[in-house]
């Protein structure tokens, strides 16, 4: 039973999927935690293992320090032992995109975590999802009774202790990089909830692979608890939400921000938030006008106090400015604080918030792994748990909750905290009357440059909350608008992508940063200089590294940096072409059902738009692309896309942007080893340039193809 007088929040096919009686439930803070939880679960595991993640890395290292088991501690040998030792059968689905993006993945998974394993480990990645979208769910389900679900994927870059020491040697990713503290949150359930997840697993592997697992057979009694963690409660009923975009013949499900509305109309005292992001619109516009009731709930918003690198400081960090102010000018009463953790006052690295948690007064408590973004709303796949006060004990779990993640970031007891909202009876005031160390909760400023504001675009084309079909994505690019003209949204698309892409690479690759050592790959192609078959070597070296999936964008600025902008642009046009043709051939030589097996359905259905046009569309996608050069070639190669087309359109669409990047970079370097006006000024000149070129020659091909089209 909720409190008396007030309705239930929770309610099962309105903001939920389910709601299943838990045995035991526990909250899980932060990667070293739950790293440890989720390997004593899967050593434990008699039956069956499924895993569904955004991204997972084979060589994660689960432990970190010695636990004298003897059983393997990286996840991929963990996965074999139980396979091989238990007869565990283990499937494995992660989101598609980690084979296309992968700077930021591990190499083959698929021979990671497939053919290098025993035949009872089962992997594969899940494309069963619009174009755009992402399988974003991190579930983790042993023996169909015992479940983790959160934030949380098991991959690099999220095991942290719960100290986030600026400085810890053990925070180290598989490739022994160290990484940025981090955040996040994990909700562990054993009984029903688990054996709903373990369905909905079981749904998600039939739409990916055409055939679901079977149920597991667990002896009654046996376990798989983790022996680290302690229950928080014990049987309680625990809510499941989801976001499902419409796909082929699946309705659209928006559970997750159904439930995320109910909750912030329900709040009768104060409402704290844990979030990556903070641009969901639906979300935003229910805070501000809860903050402008005169007695609405006080609002207290914990964010990263940058969301990643830089494109996404320039992308979602502008969009998330644009919502704080909305709701700072909706907080006519003092009742809205947003911070960011900061670990020391001296310390250069900041914490990652990635948590997706909201608590309401003493009475619900959400974790799971939809941002507050408008793309988790509706566009990818999520899957939150809920759990809603029904008796003092489970409001006295929640706030105790709270209460030790306020302690973590205040760097304060539980009790201390605890103690401060009792006696100012606000949530508010006993963060600033505790907010007083080094770590600490600061005030969080989001704003961003105003030229940088003017130059993103609305949410709609960053953050989408609804799926684009292939052919309507190919329209909105090709396509001639009605009246004739190139509408700022495009331009600005077009200056963005044109942006993003120089300024991206060059900060990430370049000495100021260490994604890939620039100064090795400059410095190599330099010794070609004085070598008499330089423009031959150099272009057949650029057209290998393209074919391995190497960025052409890194690859332009490598060889402009290296040969001069003009002969740098020549040789990495040249390249491309090659590497292009290679790769569209070997595409077209595979056939359409191993791209398909490879690349992802949703690539496939967009060589059905491209077959169906010529040259023109085909520049216009090297202007604007949709996936990354390597897998848009193999996809053409095995569509009905003529050689001629594909040759010729991607000569006339890559070489724009290829000089455009070279002289950028050029530029850029410049400016930035000597930032005078002069400097300065050249750079902005030249943008404004090739975004006009840009612009100029993408509005001919659409006016060319539109004449085509009309003959």
């Known amino acids: 039973m909720v409190e008396a007088g007030r309705e239930a929040i929770i309610q099962v096919g309105r903001n939920c999927w389910r709601r299943e009686q838990a045995s035991r439930l526990a909250v899980i803070v932060d990667g070293e935690n739950y790293y440890r939880a989720v390997r004593e679960a899967i050593l434990a595991a008699r039956n069956r293992v499924f895993i569904v993640g955004w991204d997972i890395h084979s060589q994660l290292q689960l432990v970190r320090e010695a636990v004298g088991d003897g059983k393997p501690e990286r996840l991929g040998e963990l996965l074999d032992h139980v396979a091989r030792e ?45 174009l755009g979208a992402s399988q974003h769910q991190k579930i983790v389900v042993v023996d169909d009774a015992v479940a983790f679900c959160g934030g949380l994927d098991l991959s690099k870059w999220r095991w942290d202790t719960r100290e986030h020491r600026p400085e810890d040697a053990r925070r180290l990713d598989p490739d022994g990089k160290p990484y940025q503290p981090f955040h996040d949150l994990q909700m562990v359930v054993e009984g029903a909830p688990a054996a709903a997840l373990a369905e909905l697993c079981r749904e998600r592997w039939r739409r990916a692979i055409g055939e679901a697992p079977g149920q597991s057979t667990t002896e009654h009694g046996n376990t798989a608890w983790p022996p680290s963690v302690k229950p928080l409660l014990q049987n309680v009923p625990v809510a499941i939400a989801r976001t499902q975009p419409q796909f082929d013949d699946i309705d659209a499900v928006r559970e997750a921000e159904r439930l995320y509305l109910d909750i912030v109309h329900a709040a009768r005292r104060w409402i704290y938030i844990e979030n990556q992001y903070l641009t ?39 969009l998330r400015d644009r919502l704080v102010k909305k709701l700072r000018e909706a907080d006519r009463h003092d009742r809205l604080r947003i911070f960011y953790p900061r670990l020391s006052a001296s310390a250069d690295s900041c914490l990652m918030v990635h948590a997706k948690l909201i608590v309401a007064d003493d009475d619900l408590l959400r974790i799971g792994s939809s941002n507050l973004s408008n793309r988790s709303m509706g566009l990818d796949s999520e899957c939150d748990l809920a759990l809603e006060a029904d008796s003092e004990k489970v409001r006295q779990a929640i706030s105790l909750v709270r209460n030790d993640l306020l302690a973590e970031h205040l760097g304060v007891k539980v009790d201390v905290v605890a103690k401060a909202i009792d006696h100012h009876d606000s949530l508010v005031r006993a963060i600033d009357e505790l907010a007083q160390g080094e770590r600490t909760l600061w005030h969080l400023d989001t704003t961003v440059p105003p030229e940088v504001d003017r130059l993103v675009p609305d949410a709609a084309l960053i953050d989408p909350e609804k799926p684009v079909s292939p052919e309507q994505f190919v329209s909105e690019f090709v396509s001639l608008d009605k009246e004739g ?7 600005a698309s077009v200056l963005l992508v044109l942006l993003f892409a120089g300024l991206a690479a060059a900060w990430r690759w370049t000495a100021l940063g260490d994604w890939l050592d620039m100064d090795t790959l400059v410095a ?31 690859l332009v600025i490598a060889s402009s940096l290296a040969f001069g902008p003009l002969a740098g642009f020549a040789y990495s046009l040249a390249g491309g072409q090659i590497s292009a043709l290679i790769t569209y051939g070997a595409g077209h030589a595979a056939g359409r059902d191993l791209v398909r097996r490879y690349a992802g359905e949703k690539l496939n259905r967009i060589s059905k738009a491209l077959a169906r046009r010529g040259i023109v569309t085909i520049a216009l996608l090297r202007l604007v692309p949709v996936a990354p050069f390597v897998i848009i070639n193999a996809v053409a190669g095995a569509s009905r896309i003529s050689f001629r087309d594909f040759a010729w359109g991607t000569l006339f669409g890559m070489a724009p942007g290829m000089l455009g990047i070279a002289l950028f970079a050029d530029s850029l370097i410049r400016t930035i080893r000597q930032p005078d006006a002069d400097h300065l000024v050249g750079l902005l000149l030249l943008v404004a340039v090739i975004a006009g070129v840009v612009a100029g020659v993408r509005y001919w091909l659409r006016r060319a193809r539109s004449g085509r089209q009309t003959d």
Not at 290 to 305: C, S
Not at 545 to 553: D, G, H, M, R, V
């Open 86 to 130: 238990h007869g565990v059968d283990v499937y494995v689905l992660s989101w598609d995109f980690a084979m296309i993006y992968w700077l930021e993945r591990e190499s083959l998974p698929l021979y990671q975590l497939d053919w290098k394993t025993h035949d009872r480990v089962h992997f594969h990645m899940d494309d069963s999802h619009p």
């Open 280 to 318: 969901a619109h639906s979300v935003g516009d229910a805070l501000a006008e809860r903050l402008r009731e005169d007695a609405g709930p006080e609002v207290v918003i914990v964010l990263p106090q940058e969301t990643g690198g830089w494109l996404e400081q320039h992308t979602m960090d502008v």
């Open 485 to 491: 003209g190139l509408p700022w949204r495009v331009f």
């Open 524 to 554: 190599q192609a330099r010794s070609l200089k004085s070598h008499p078959a330089a423009p031959l070597l150099a272009t057949l070296g650029i057209a290998l590294a393209a074919c391995l999936a190497i960025p052409l964008t890194l």
